[in-house]
Nanobody, 119 residues
Framework: QVQLVESGGGLMQAGGSLRLSCAASGLTFSTYTTGWFRQAPGKERELVARIDWNGSRTYYTDSVKGRFTISRDNAKNTVYLQMNSLKPEDSAVYSC????????????WGQGTQVTVSS
């Protein structure tokens, strides 16, 4: 049974930092591209950052470039999202997902973790 479990969310003041973790089990994690998504109330879910299977390539949406860093430790079956200089507009439920690199659809999803940034 595949499981993706996010942790590390919480309440933070603007300008602060949080590190999210996505721990995977039940799959050969090192073969999957992993993404972090977020969805705020009333807004569509957006891809925030993506990292390929070995960490050699990353993608960031424009609004987080220079502030967020995605990384992975395949030995621990975990992907991280370091979020610095947080802004109130970063508040959302953050979820991780995985897919094989050539697939269009994200195959497995976690339940999500809430991030709230106060001004």
């Amino acid at each position: 049974q595949v499981q993706l479990v996010e942790s590390g969310g919480g309440l933070m003041q603007a300008g602060g930092s949080l590190r999210l973790s996505c721990a995977a089990s039940g799959l050969t994690f090192s073969t999957y591209t992993t993404g972090w998504f977020r969805q705020a109330p009333g807004k569509e879910r957006e891809l925030v950052a993506r990292i390929d299977w070995n960490g050699s390539r990353t993608y960031y949406t424009d609004s987080v470039k220079g502030r967020f860093t995605i990384s992975r430790d395949n030995a621990k079956n975990t992907v991280y999202l370091q979020m610095n200089s947080l802004k109130p507009e970063d508040s959302a439920v953050y979820s991780c997902a995985v897919k094989i690199f050539y697939e269009g659809q994200w195959r497995y999803w976690g339940q999500g973790t809430q991030v709230t940034v106060s001004s």
